[in-house]
């Protein structure tokens, strides 16, 4: 679970200094609103996946992975709700 969270924050880290440099570039997708959609996206992010780690290694992990398998079908729903992406097949 400890290398799970810490994977997650190293590549936290690594985005940020990927966007950084974007921004200190001038690139106009990159803005402080940008910046903080993407940091509250990923703190949510982390922390269902930190409950979900808690919960499979503390309770029962048959129907605890079978909720965390739903996240995938929660941000696609996100996305359709949020964004407008209508999502394909591929």
Same mark, same amino acid.
């Given at each position: 679970?400890?290398?799970? !969270?810490?994977?997650?924050?190293?590549?936290?880290?690594?985005? !940020?200094?990927?966007?950084?440099? /974007? /921004?200190?570039?001038?690139?106009?997708?990159?803005?402080? /609103?940008?910046?903080? @959609?993407?940091?509250?996206?990923?703190?949510?992010?982390? !922390?269902?996946?930190? @409950?979900?780690? =808690?919960?499979? @290694?503390?309770?029962?992990?048959?129907?605890?992975?079978?909720?965390?398998?739903?996240?995938?079908?929660?941000?696609?729903?996100?996305?359709? =709700?949020?964004?407008?992406?209508?999502?394909?097949? /591929?």
């Amino acid at each position: 679970m400890e290398f799970s !969270l810490d994977a997650g924050i190293v590549s936290g880290f690594i985005q !940020l200094i990927l966007a950084t440099i /974007y /921004y200190m570039l001038g690139d106009p997708t990159y803005t402080w /609103y940008n910046f903080f @959609v993407a940091f509250a996206a990923s703190s949510m992010q982390m !922390l269902n996946a930190t @409950v979900g780690l =808690i919960a499979v @290694v503390k309770g029962l992990a048959g129907p605890t992975t079978a909720i965390m398998q739903m996240q995938a079908i929660v941000g696609i729903g996100l996305n359709v =709700i949020f964004l407008g992406v209508i999502p394909t097949f /591929y």
